[in-house]
């Protein structure tokens, strides 16, 4: 089984910035896709940011030119920079983690615990 932890959630103001982070631990042979997705009251859940192991990153219309998502493999972790924030960015921040574990080899898919992002004067 695949743990995932975030941290680096918090309050902020209007045009801040904070650094998510997510660790992955566990019996881990390698993680292929790695996302973060957000969950606001009221809104649908999206897809916020996405980094596959060796591709391009991907990222929803709305935090394009604000956010920057990035992994350290060594570390198996994902963050994601958050700058010039807006009350928009409220909600619970989920990292997302796919790929493979060790000893059998199976696939594995795990979601963190989820961050409180509030931004707000």
């Known amino acids: 089984q695949v743990q995932l932890v975030e941290s680096g959630g918090g309050l902020v103001q209007p045009g801040g910035s904070l650094r998510l982070s997510c660790a992955a631990s566990?019996?881990?042979?390698?993680?292929?896709?790695t996302g973060w997705y957000r969950k606001a009251p009221g809104k649908q859940c999206e897809l916020v940011a996405a980094?596959?192991?060796?591709?391009?990153?991907n990222y929803t219309d709305s935090v394009k030119g604000r956010f920057t998502i990035s992994r350290d493999n060594a570390k198996n972790t994902v963050y994601l920079r958050m700058n010039s924030l807006k009350s928009g960015d409220t909600a619970v921040y989920y990292c997302?983690?796919?790929?493979?574990?060790?000893?059998?080899?199976?696939?594995?898919?795990?979601w963190g615990q989820g961050t409180q992002v509030t931004v707000s004067s």
């Open positions: 997302n983690a796919r790929g493979v574990l060790t000893a059998p080899l199976r696939d594995f898919a795990s």
């Open positions: 566990g019996n881990i042979c390698s993680i292929n896709a």
């Open positions: 980094i596959p192991r060796g591709g391009s990153t």
